[in-house]
């Protein structure tokens, strides 16, 4: 059984390492959204319990349902911050993943080049020997046909 090429293997594993940074960008894009998703309800649900608030001050609110609901802002902010710091962080993992698969990608296309040009040089060594036996064959036939007319005058 011949042995594997060093180069073929290289790529073989270059490839499932862009196959594993692909997944784990998939990963880290999907948390992002998920993060990004529940950021937005955040806000949404703040602007309409802060209009709900202005409503009811507009209308007449008793102190302790003042307070009630500023604590509850309150408490939605720090949720909201929370929630910032996790959606940045999923971002910057996103990134981090993008690159790295762009990393892993133009590892396993260098080693995809090697091969090419492997093969490449393989086929040049291969047309000149080709060429160097047709040039040799066409030069013993000119001698001996040379010879055979060369014989008959």
């Not at 608030?53 to 604590?71: D, E, H, P, V």
């Amino acid at each position: 059984m011949k042995r594997p090429d060093a180069l073929v293997m290289l790529i073989e594993l270059s490839e499932k390492a862009s196959d594993e940074r692909a997944r784990s960008l998939g990963n880290a894009l999907r948390r992002e959204a998920s993060d990004q998703k529940r950021l937005q309800l955040l806000l949404d649900y703040r602007g309409e319990y802060l209009d709900k608030y202005q409503k009811l001050c507009g209308a007449g609110i008793s102190t302790a349902s003042m307070r009630n609901f500023q604590q509850f802002l309150s408490k939605l902010d720090v949720a909201i911050a929370q929630q910032t710091s996790a959606h940045s962080h999923s971002q910057t993992a996103a990134e981090s993943a993008r690159a790295a698969l762009q990393d892993a990608e133009r590892k396993r296309q260098s080693f995809v080049v090697l091969r090419d040009r492997k093969f490449a040089a393989a086929a040049t060594v291969t047309a000149r020997k080709e060429q160097k036996q047709h040039d040799e064959w066409a030069i013993q036939r000119t001698r001996g046909t040379a010879q055979l007319s060369g014989g008959l005058d």
